[in-house]
């Protein structure tokens, strides 16, 4: 199982980026696959999920601002990042967790996660 996750980036603020999640030897469409994000410094916090069922949930910090979704031709799962502000600058990374049996908000909540990618956000 692989899940390479790109699209970060440097920005300013106010602009938008969309990340992507593409996986390999797991089907994201029958996972529960959550964003998180880790600054320096900080512990790695949940940014928002997208469940097996399609339930979306969103971090308060990034409600409004931040767009989950999922393509299961590409197996692929996305993050629109709109409206973006120095405080959302981090390692972004994604994760899996095929059981289909939780929709978590906890790191603890997934099987597999993808390898980060850095957002930077200046003012």
């Known amino acids: 199982v692989q899940l390479q996750a790109c699209g970060g980036g440097l920005v300013q603020a106010g602009g938008s980026l969309r990340l992507s999640c593409a996986a390999s030897?797991?089907?994201?469409?029958?996972?529960?696959v959550g964003w998180f994000r880790q600054a320096p410094g900080k512990e790695r916090e949940f940014v928002a999920r997208?469940?097996?069922?399609?339930?979306?949930l969103y971090a308060d910090s990034v409600k409004g601002r931040f767009t989950i979704s999922r393509d299961n031709a590409k197996n692929t799962v996305y993050l629109q990042m709109r409206s973006l502000k120095p405080e959302d600058t981090a390692v972004y990374y994604c994760?899996?967790?095929?059981?289909?049996?939780?929709?978590?908000?906890?790191?603890?909540?997934?099987?597999?996660w993808g390898q980060g990618t850095q957002v930077t956000v200046s003012s």
């Open positions: 994760a899996a967790d095929p059981s289909g049996r939780f929709a978590s908000v906890r790191v603890s909540g997934y099987e597999y």
């Open positions: 030897g797991v089907s994201l469409g029958r996972s529960t």
């Open positions: 997208i469940s097996w069922s399609g339930g979306i």
